[in-house]
C-alpha cells in the first residue's frame, strides 16, 4: 500500500462523501408541499364524511378547515408530523390524532383528512 | 540599500485610488444620501461581492494578468443554484448543494481556460476575456436549449413558455438572504451579517496560507520570472492552470454567496458584468496586473460600490438627470480599467529603461 | 592539494556544429580542491565543452557529443542539467539565473524550499506542504557564514549589488546538492577590484574544502593569482595544460591568439588611404546591454578598412550600434567635418554611413518578407529609390526596378533562392547574410559598418562576403569599419585594427603587428 | 527549421496548413447550409441577396482591422472609436436635414476629422502600452461609448426627428434613417433579378474603392514601412523608420476606415443606434477578419473580403436555416460561439512570427 495508492483510495473515498452528504443535504433541505382534503373520502365501501371543527397544528401556526376545505401546508425536510385536532360541536370535547408522513425527495401530496383520521391505511388521493 | 521611500513613487503607483477618494468626497454630499444609508448599502455590497473580486488574486500572483475567465467560475456557480431551486432545496442546505454541484465544474472549466491560457503566453488577459465570452455562448446553449429537453427540469414555473430552457430571470425560494441572516447582528440600526463576512474571512486566511505553500510559492516563482522557474525544474504549465482552477473554483462560490444576496438571478447576464465590475474593483483598489493584495480587495470594493451607488443620485442632482448618472457610472467602472492599464504599462516601460541605465552607469 | 584519482576527467571529447568542428580530442582532468583556469578566445569552444559537462539540451539538439566523461571513477552521461547538478556540479551563470523580486532565501531554495507536513497534503499532494521559512533562513545564514560573507537572508535580489547576486548564486549551487565540482563563468567581468577579491578568497576558502573549481575568465591575473593549473583553448583545441607557476600572461596571451593568420590571405594595398581622419568618434558611451561602451575615441582615415577586434561582451559591438543609433549613445561622432546627430538611425543613413547587424535574425532582416523587399527597403526608406509617382499623387513601389536590382544582386552574390519572392526565412544562413550586404550595397554608402558579417555561416559564404567587402573598398572607396571576434579574419583584411576591452579602445596595431600584441590587447593588460 | 505544427503531406496539405482547419470548417458548414435551405422551403435568393446586403454593410469594419494588424497593433478592439466619429457625423449630418448622396456624403465628411483626431490619441495611448494593446483597446473603446452616451443626452442637437419627443433634449436611442439617406449606397444601380433577388451594388462599389485604396496605400513607400514595423519592428527602427508615428498612422487609418464603414453600414442598417449600440461592435469585424486568414500581425484585402463573406454568410444563414430544421432560434448561440471561437483560434495560434 504506497503512499501514492494510500492518497487516491483516500480522495475517491472523499468524493463518495461528499456526494453522499450532498443528497443527504438535499434531503434535509427539501421543502414539499402537503395538500389536505377534508371532503367526503370513500375506500374499500366505507364513506367517510367530512369532518367538523377540525383544526390542523404543523409546523406553521395552526389553521381550522371547515367542511369541503382543501388547504396546503408547506414543510421542510425528510418527515413531519401533522397533528389534527377535531372539537365535535356538541360536547366541545377535542381529541387530538397524529400522523408522521416521511416525504423523502417526493415533492408534492395529496392527503385526504377523514381517511386519515378513520384510520386509513390509505390516504393518499393521489399517487 | 533600501529602496528609498520617494514620495513620488507612491503617489503614482496608488494614483487610482487616490483619484477615486477624491471623487467620492466631491460626489457623496452632492448625492445627498446619508452617511447611514450608505455606509448599509456598503455593508451588503462588501458582504456580495468581496468573494468575487478575492478570486482575482491567485492568477495575478501567478503572473497571469487580470482573469477575466472568472465568468466561467460566476457560470458553475449559477448552473449549481438553477439545478438546486429545481429540485425544490432551500436554506443553507441549498446553498452547500449548489456549492457541492459547482466544484466538479468550476474544476472542469477552470482546466479548459488555464490550458488555453497557456496557448497564449504574453495575451493572457485578453485572451482569458474572449474565453468568458465564448464559454458564455456555451452557458447560454445549455441553459436555454439542453435544460428542459435533454436535462431534466421538473419545475415548469423556471422553464420558458416553449417548454424548455430557463427563463431570463428567477427568483430564488427559499435562499434569499439565507446566509446573510444566519447570525446578523444589529449595530446602530446596521445589521451587518457575520456568517458571510466569516466565510469571506476563511477564504482571505486561506489565500494567506495558500502563498506559504510549495504550490503557492511555486506560483509567485512563475509570475516573477517563468525562465528562471523553469530552469529550477517547476511545472510551470501545471501551476499556471491550477492558479485559474482555484481562482474559478473561489468565482463559483463568490457567485453563489453574492446571488444568495440579491435573492434574484438574471440567468444571462448576471455573470457577464461580475468580471467587468469585479476587475473595475480591483484595479480601484490599487491593485495592477503583476500585484495585487487582499486590502486592494477590499478598499477596491467599498470604493467602486461607493462610486456606483452614488454617481446616479450625484448625477441627478448635479445635472437634473439620472440617467446621466447611470452612463456616468459605467464611464467610470470602464475608464478605471483603461487608466490604470495605461499607467501600468507605461510605468512599467519607465521602470525597465530607468533599470538599464542604472546597470549600465553602476558599472563605471 | 590534488590526491591521487582525478575528480572528474574528460576523455577524447569531439563535437562537430552542423558542417565545422567546434571540439577536437580534449583530454581534461580535475583533482579534489584543484582550481582549474579555463582560457581562450570567444568561439574557441569554452562554452561548448562546459555545455557538454551540464548535458545542455542544445548538445543533444545538435547531434550529441564523442568521448567520455569520469565523475569520481566511473563513467556519466547527463541529458540535462538537473542530472548534472544532482550528480554534484553546480555551475554560476555569466547573467545570474535569479528572481529579481524573490529574497536570498527563496532565491537560493527555488523549487528545494524545506515544507512542513500537513494532513491537506494526503487529500491534495506534495505540493500542499507549508514552507518552513525559519529552517531555510537558519540554513541560509549558515551556508553565507561559510562563504564568509554576510548577506541579510531577506534582502531582495533586486535590491543587492551585484557581488552579493553572484555570491546568492554560489550559495545556492552550494546547497543544492553535495557539490563536488563548481564551475564559474567570468564572475569578475561585472565586479569591481574589491568584489573581485572577496569572491576569489571565497572560491580558494571552497576549493580548500575539497570543490573542485572550473574558473573561466579573461582577467590573466586573476587566473595566475588563484588557479593550480591552466588549460588554454583556441579553434576547439587543447593547446596548452600548464601548472600557472610556469607560465605568464605573455605567453598565455599568445597561445590563446597565436594562430596563423586568417585562411584568406589579402595582398595588403599600398599607402592605405589618405592621412587625415575620415570620421572622428570622441568619448562616445552606448548603453547596449552585455556590450556597454563606456568612452571610446577612434579617428577612421577614408578609403580604410578598420578592423574592431575584442573580446565577447567588451563593448566592440556597442561602437557600430551606438554611431547607427539603434542604442542610446552620448558623445560627439563628426564625419567628413559635420557632426553627427546621435540616436536616430535616419540621420546616420542621410549622412551615408550603413550597417550590416551581427544581430541577423532579429535586426538583419525581414523574415517574413520576400528578398526583393529586403534588399528594397533602406533605398527605398533612405533614398526614396525604386518608387514611381502615380498620376502625381502619390509614390509606389516600382515593381520592375526592384525585380531589376534584387536578380542583379542574386547573381553578383550568387545567392541560392528560388527567384527574388522567395521568402528570406526559406533561406540558409549563408544566403540570408548575403541579403543583408546585397541590402546595404544598394545604399552605396561611404562609410559601411559590418558587424560579425561571417559568423555562423559557410565557408563558401565567408569568403564572398570578404571578398564583396573588399571589392567595395577598392573600387568604390567605401570606408568600412569590421567589426569581428576572430582575429585572424581581421588581420587578413584589415589595414589596421583597433583592440577593444572594458568599453574602451586599448590600442589600435597595424594588421601585420605580432599576434601577442593584439593578445595582450584584449586581456586589457 | 522544424516547422510547429505538422504539416499534411502534398499540395493539398499545404492547402489545408495555410487555410487552417477552422476556416474549412466553417467553410464546409455555410456551403451545408446553402444546400440544406431549399429542401426546408427558404428561397436561395432572398437569403442569397440578404447576405451580400450585409456583406456591403459589414466590409469596410472588417477593412477597418487591417491597418492595425499590419503594423504590429494587434486586433483593433478600439473599434468602437471609429464608430463614435462615425455617429457624430451621421447625426450631425442629419440634424440639417441634408438628404439622399449629399447627406451621406456630408455625414462622411464630418465624421473623418473626428476620426482622425480620436486616432490620434488612441494611437498615443497604443504606443503607451506596448504588449497590451489589445486590453487597452478595449477599454478604451468602452469607455468612448460610455462618455458619448452621456454627452448624446446633453449635446445641443434640435432637430424633432432625432431628439426625445416630450423633453426636448437629447438625442432618441435610435434613429430611423428614413427620408434622410436609407439604403441610399444599396439601392443605387441596384440589380434585381426576378421577385427575389437583390444586389447592393452602390455598397459593393463603394467597398470596392476602399480595399483598393487601402490595398494601393500598402504598396506607397509609407504603407511598406508599416508593414516592416509590424513584421519586425527592430528591423524597421533599424532603417530609420519611426516606429512610433507608424503605428499611429496606422491607428488613425483604422479609426478612419472605422469612422466610414459605420456610415455605411447605417445607411444600408436604416437606423442608427446610439447608446451603449455599439459597445461589442468590434467584436464581429475582428472575428470576421481571422476567419477570413488573418492572423494577429499579418492581414491582407483577401482575408478582409473572404472572413466578412464567410462570417456574414453564417449569420444569414444560421437563423433562417437552423430554426427551419430545429425550431429553435440557435442563431445567437452559433454566432456566438463562432465569432469567438475564431478569435480564440487566432490568438492562440504559433503563426510565423507572432509575437511571443
Known sequence: ????????????????????????????????????????????????????????????????????DRILVSTKGPSTTLVFEITSPETQQSREISYTLHMGFKKQFFLSVPAIVGGGKNPFLVE | ?????????????????????????????????????????????????????????????????????????????????????????????????????????????????GYILNLAKGREMVTSYIIGFFMNGAYQFLLLYCMGSIIPISNPELLLSRGYGIRNSMDLPNIRQVLDRLVSVNIFGMNIPIVTFAVIAAFCVFIVWFKGTKIGQDMRAVGRNRAVANGAGIPVEKTRIMAIIISTL????????????????????????????????????????????????????????????????????????????????????????AVSLLLHAWKKRHEMLERRLLENSVKE | ????????????????????????????????????????????????????????????????????????????????????????????????????????????????????????????????????????????????????????????????????????????????????????????????????????????????????????????????????????????????????????????????????????????????????????????????????????????????????????????????????????????????????????????????????????????????????????????????????????????????KIREITTKYIERLDIKCTGPDQVVMELSGGNQQKVCVAKVLALSPQILFASEPTRGIDIGAKHLVLSVLKEINEQEGTTIIMTSSELGELRSICDRIAIVSEGKVAGVLPAEAPVEDFGLLMLGE | MKNEDRKPKGRVGEFIANFGWPRIIIAIFL???????????????????????????????????????????????GLPLGIIAGLVGAVTSMEQNWQGLFGFGMALLLAIPLAVVLGIIYGYFINMAKGDEMMIGTYVGFSIVAFMSMMWLRLPYKNPLLVWGFSGTGLRTTISLNGFWMKVLDNFLAIRIGAHFFFPTGSFIFFALCCVLVWAFFKTKTGIAMSAVGSNPQFARAHGVSVDRMRIISVVISTVLGAVGMVVYEQSYGFIQLYMGPLYMAFPAVAAILLGGATINSATISNVVIGTFLFQGILTMTPSVINGMLKTDMAEVIRILVSNGMILYALTRKGKGMPK
Open chain 1, 1 to 68: 500500500m504506497n503512499v501514492k495508492l494510500r492518497r487516491n483510495l483516500l480522495r475517491v473515498a472523499l468524493c463518495l462523501i461528499a456526494v453522499a452528504g450532498g443528497f443527504l443535504l438535499s434531503l434535509v433541505g427539501m421543502y414539499h408541499s402537503i395538500i389536505l382534503d377534508n371532503s367526503e373520502f370513500s375506500s374499500a365501501g366505507a364513506v367517510l364524511p367530512p369532518l367538523e371543527g377540525l383544526r390542523v397544528l404543523s409546523e406553521a401556526e395552526p389553521v381550522e378547515m371547515s367542511p369541503d
Open chain 2, 1 to 113: 540599500m533600501k529602496q528609498k521611500y520617494s514620495f513620488k513613487g507612491a503617489l503614482i503607483s496608488n494614483l487610482v485610488p487616490i483619484v477615486f477618494l477624491a471623487f467620492a468626497a466631491f460626489a457623496v454630499p452632492m448625492s445627498g444620501l446619508s452617511i447611514q444609508y450608505l455606509l448599509e448599502e456598503m455593508i451588503t455590497r462588501l458582504a456580495r461581492d468581496s468573494l468575487l473580486v478575492l478570486s482575482l488574486i491567485i492568477p495575478v500572483l501567478a503572473g497571469m494578468g487580470l482573469n477575466f475567465g472568472m465568468v466561467l467560475g460566476a457560470m458553475a456557480g449559477q448552473i449549481g443554484l438553477v439545478l438546486v431551486v429545481d429540485w425544490g432545496i432551500g436554506g443553507m442546505p441549498a446553498l452547500l448543494v449548489a456549492a457541492l454541484v459547482g466544484t466538479p465544474i468550476s474544476i472542469g472549466l477552470g482546466y479548459f481556460c
Open chain 2, 250 to 337: 473561489i468565482a463559483c462560490y463568490g457567485q453563489i454567496v453574492s446571488l444568495q444576496n440579491l435573492g434574484t438571478i438574471n440567468t444571462y447576464n448576471s455573470h457577464e458584468q461580475v468580471g467587468i465590475f469585479s476587475i473595475a474593483a480591483l484595479l480601484v483598489g490599487g491593485a495592477t496586473a503583476e500585484n495585487a493584495s487582499i486590502v486592494n480587495v477590499f478598499l477596491g470594493v467599498f470604493l467602486f460600490h461607493l462610486m456606483f451607488v452614488v454617481s446616479p443620485m450625484a448625477g441627478k442632482n448635479l445635472l437634473g438627470d439620472a440617467q446621466l448618472g447611470e452612463y456616468f457610472r459605467v464611464f467610470v467602472s470602464y475608464g478605471i480599467i
Open chain 3, 1 to 400: 592539494m590534488t590526491n591521487g584519482k582525478p575528480l572528474l576527467s574528460m576523455k577524447g571529447i569531439q563535437k562537430d556544429f552542423l558542417e565545422n568542428r567546434v571540439l577536437e580530442d580534449i583530454n581534461l582532468d580535475l583533482a579534489q580542491g584543484e582550481i582549474l583556469g579555463l582560457v581562450g578566445e570567444n568561439g574557441a569552444g569554452k562554452t561548448t565543452l562546459m555545455n557538454i559537462l551540464f548535458g545542455m539540451p542544445v548538445i543533444q539538439q545538435t547531434g550529441g557529443y564523442k568521448g567520455t566523461i569520469t565523475l569520481d571513477g566511473e563513467e556519466v552521461h547527463f541529458s540535462n542539467p538537473n542530472d548534472a547538478l544532482m550528480a554534484g556540479i553546480g555551475m554560476v551563470h555569466q547573467e545570474f539565473f535569479l528572481i529579481p523580486d524573490f529574497s536570498a532565501t527563496e532565491n537560493i531554495f527555488l523549487n528545494r524550499e524545506v515544507t512542513r507536513y500537513s494532513f491537506l497534503v494526503e487529500i491534495f499532494g506534495e505540493r500542499l506542504r507549508t514552507l518552513d521559512r525559519a529552517a531555510m533562513n537558519e540554513r541560509v545564514v549558515q551556508l553565507i557564514k561559510e562563504l564568509g560573507v554576510d548577506i541579510n537572508p531577506d534582502t531582495l535580489v533586486s535590491e543587492m549589488p551585484v557581488s552579493y547576486k553572484q555570491f546568492t548564486e554560489i550559495a545556492r549551487e552550494i546547497d543544492r546538492a553535495k557539490i563536488k565540482i563548481l564551475v564559474v563563468d567570468e564572475p569578475t567581468a561585472v565586479l569591481t577590484e574589491t568584489e573581485a577579491e572577496a569572491l576569489l578568497t571565497v572560491l580558494r576558502r571552497l576549493a580548500a574544502k575539497g570543490v573542485g573549481i572550473i574558473f573561466i575568465s579573461h582577467r590573466l591575473h586573476e587566473i595566475l593569482d588563484i588557479c593550480d593549473r591552466i588549460v588554454v583553448l583556441r579553434d576547439g583545441k587543447l593547446i596548452r595544460d600548464v601548472p600557472s607557476r610556469q607560465s605568464d600572461v605573455k605567453s598565455i596571451a599568445s597561445w590563446m591568439v597565436g594562430h596563423d593568420v586568417g585562411d584568406f590571405v589579402f595582398q595588403p594595398k599600398q599607402g592605405c588611404g589618405e592621412k587625415e581622419s575620415f570620421l572622428s568618434i570622441e568619448h562616445l558611451k552606448v548603453l547596449m546591454p552585455g556590450e556597454a561602451v563606456k568612452d571610446v575615441c577612434l579617428q577612421v582615415r577614408k578609403g580604410e578598412i578598420l578592423g574592431i577586434g575584442g573580446l565577447a561582451g567588451q563593448g566592440k559591438l556597442g561602437i557600430a550600434n551606438g554611431v547607427m543609433g539603434l542604442f542610446h549613445a552620448e558623445g560627439s561622432v563628426t564625419l567628413g567635418g559635420k557632426s553627427l546627430k546621435l540616436n536616430s538611425p535616419l540621420d546616420a543613413f542621410r549622412a551615408g554611413m550603413a550597417f550590416i547587424s551581427e544581430d541577423r535574425r532579429g535586426i538583419g532582416l525581414l523574415l517574413t518578407q520576400s528578398i526583393g523587399l529586403n534588399i528594397a527597403f533602406p533605398l527605398m526608406q533612405v533614398k526614396g529609390g525604386l518608387l514611381k509617382k502615380i498620376a502625381g499623387l502619390f509614390t509606389w513601389e516600382d515593381e520592375k
Open chain 4, 31 to 77: 456551403l451545408l447550409l446553402f444546400v440544406i435551405a431549399p429542401f426546408i422551403g427558404i428561397d436561395i435568393g432572398t437569403s442569397l441577396s440578404d447576405m451580400l446586403v450585409r456583406v456591403g454593410m459589414n466590409g469596410i469594419l472588417v477593412l477597418a482591422m487591417v491597418p492595425m494588424i499590419q503594423s504590429g497593433c494587434g486586433l483593433n478592439f
